[in-house]
């Protein structure tokens, strides 16, 4: 039994998940699918802040909405009997947008060349034919908070409050030490790669309605402090 509420409710949803998930594969053992087919498995977020578990993305900083790892750093299974072995671990950062051209390749279809296709096959990395990593580079953005990742090098931004932070995510993955005050050299880099990848982009055809302060370490049940930091979310 479990006496929290808010946990005992999202332990039944995790579960009814699990269930949910369980049986796809077992129907499609069951009609003899499962050795040729390519199930994927991910999250398109993190936890949400507003559910009242505070500890939901640990060791990660941020919720859904944020773009600290515990905002966008989700689960990504791939499960294909016949052509990845059980077991695998690709542990470099891969991105949704790879499951359009991952699938596609796995269906032996083409994607588009009249425009450009972000995602990359990560097949091959899967299944070990492939070396290196599939992004060097990978960028969010929303709004007025915007991330990227370079090389293992992580920058968020949010405007407002005109703050960056800067991280190693090798050394430091769960974003506990800041180094944009300590590490001008890789900071300027970064804005810089951001800078570019946002010129690149379409601006947005409607400006957004709302902008709400998101505590980054604190979830709604807890009570705020002067000294808590915060992005912003443009909705």
């Known amino acids: 039994h479990i006496e929290n509420h808010r946990e005992r409710v999202y332990a039944a949803m995790i579960r009814a998940l699990d269930r949910g998930v369980g049986q796809v594969l077992e129907a499609l053992k069951a009609n003899g699918l499962e050795d040729n087919t390519l199930v994927l498995f991910t999250s398109d977020n993190g936890g949400a802040g507003y559910i009242g578990l505070p500890d939901i993305n640990s060791p990660f900083r941020g919720w859904k909405i944020t773009l600290f790892e515990g905002g966008i750093h989700v689960p990504y299974f791939a499960k294909w009997p016949a052509r990845i072995a059980a077991g695998t671990v690709f542990s470099a950062p891969v991105h949704h947008f790879d499951l359009y ?22 097949l091959p990395f899967a299944t070990g034919t492939a070396q290196g990593v599939p992004h060097r580079a ?98």
Do not use: C
Not at 107 to 121: E, F, K, L, N
């Open 101 to 122: 051209t991952t699938a596609a390749a796995a269906a032996g279809a083409s994607v588009p060349s009249d425009r450009v296709i972000d995602g990359v096959d990560l």
């Open 138 to 235: 990978l960028f969010w953005r929303s709004g007025a908070s915007q991330s990227a990742l370079v090389d293992g090098w992580k920058l968020n931004v949010s405007n407002p409050p005109g703050r960056a932070w800067l991280f190693d995510l090798e050394q430091d993955p769960a974003e506990q030490h800041d180094l944009s005050t300590t590490r001008p050299d890789k900071l300027a880099e970064l804005e810089a790669a951001l800078a570019e990848h946002n010129a690149a982009q379409a601006a947005p055809l409607w400006p957004s309605q709302a902008m709400a302060p998101i505590n980054i370490d604190k979830d709604l049940s807890q009570p705020d402090a002067p000294d808590d930091e915060y992005i912003y979310w443009s909705n």
